[in-house]
Structure formats: C-alpha cells, structure tokens
C-alpha cells in the first residue's frame, strides 16, 4: 500500500533563516506531489506541483521554492523565512480512489507545523 | 476563477442531531468534488468523491450529495467522535495536473 512521511512533523525558525522540508511518498512510482499551505482557519492553499522529476509549477510567487530531486521525493524550501511563512505545510499525491483502481484523488501526508519567530 | 465556499463556519451539535454542511462552487466545468475530514493537527483524511449533479455516496454516518451549484453533507445521529473540521475541494476544467481549490471548511463539534 501506498504511504506518504513529511518531516519533520514541527520546525520553530528564526525570521530569515532557510527552510527544508520534505515529502517521501512509498508504494507507486511516478505520482504528481502536490504542497499545500494551510494558515489558521483558513482552507488550503495550493503553493506547487510537481508531475515528475524535475518538473515544477509554482501557484502562488512568494518566497518559497520547491524540488523534485527523486521520482518518490519533494521538498519545499526557502533562503529566507518571513513571518508570514508560519503555518500547518501539506504534502499530497495522486492516486486512484479504493482498492480496484477508481478515480484519481489526492491523498495527504501527515504534515509539518511551522512557527517562524 | 474557480471558488468553493463552505457554511456554516462552525457547527455545534448534540449527539444524536442530525444536520448537514454545505458546500457551494463556481467553477467552469466540474470535473470531481471532494469532501475531506481533517483533525487538529493533522492531514485531510479523503471522504468521498462526486463526478456529477444527483450522484450520492454514503459512509458510515455520512451522506454526501451533489448538484450543479452545491454539495451537501449529510451526518445522520452524530457522535462526538465526528468532531472534526470538514473540508470541500473541487477539480475544474481541464486544467494540467489534477489541482484542487479547496473551500475554508466547516468546524463540526458533537457534544456528548
């Protein structure tokens, strides 16, 4: 079966300091990735996507950047953290709904708590 | 643009009262809507997935139902377990990489 890890699951980071995180998805090959931004009360904002290694579209321009090293691998990065870069950060991947192979759906991973001070 | 809207916001219930969220869209041409449960803390849980107006799924206490301008869920006798907030997304159009526009959801607290 398939399984998506992020880590790490919380990161507190000083204003202007870089950020990793990463996303590993297990069990398919070749899936989109998807990361998310999830601020307090709020819905999910799609940041990237990624179709295959080294293949990137970026949704929102901020300071953020996003890398697709590996087939099963996706890491958000940044040079310099803000403020407002603090949030619940989401990592997702494609895959077909119920045992038999049923529509395609995303599927999350357990995520990453980001508090930038 | 593509946008989902969700209400209410917050939802408090009793166990065992039954009620329904809702999720409108404006999109230009459905392709999926999806319903997700999320826990604090946690990532979105998939629940269901609808391709077109009168199609229903069920789950456990859960119903979800579509038409061409909303979604509905249903939760049939609640139990404080189903606490949890409810997220709407849609996939539109034809538009490269199966991408979602989720709605801000709807915090569903069942008191015992």
């Known amino acids: 079966s398939q399984t998506i890890h992020q880590w790490p699951a919380t990161l507190v980071q000083p204003v202007g300091s870089p950020l990793s995180l990463e996303c590993t998805v297990e069990?398919?090959?070749?899936?989109?990735l998807y990361w998310y931004r999830q601020a307090a009360g709020r819905g999910l904002q799609l940041l990237f996507y990624s179709v295959g290694i080294g293949q990137i579209s970026s949704e929102v321009p901020q300071n953020l950047s996003a890398s697709r090293p590996q087939d099963r691998q996706f890491i958000l990065s940044s040079k310099k953290l803000l403020l407002s870069d603090s949030g619940f950060y989401l990592c997702a991947w494609v895959g077909r709904e119920g045992r038999s192979g049923g529509q395609e759906t995303q599927y999350f991973g357990p995520g990453t708590r980001l508090l930038v001070l | 643009e593509d946008q989902v809207t969700q209400s209410p916001e917050a939802l408090r219930l009793q166990e065992g009262e039954s009620s329904s969220l809702n999720c409108s869209y404006t999109v230009s041409g459905l392709r999926g809507l999806f319903w997700y449960r999320q826990d604090p803390g946690k990532g979105p849980e998939f629940l269901f997935t609808l391709y077109s107006a009168g199609e229903e799924k069920e789950k456990e206490r859960l119903k979800a139902t579509l038409t061409k301008k909303e979604s509905f869920l249903h939760i049939t006798a609640p139990k404080p377990e189903d606490s949890a907030t409810y997220l709407c997304?849609?996939?539109?159009?034809?538009?490269?990489?199966?991408?979602?526009?989720f709605g801000a959801g709807t915090i569903l607290r069942v008191k015992s």
């Open positions: 997304a849609v996939q539109a159009g034809m538009e490269y990489g199966n991408k979602l526009v």
């Open positions: 069990g398919t090959s070749n899936p989109n």
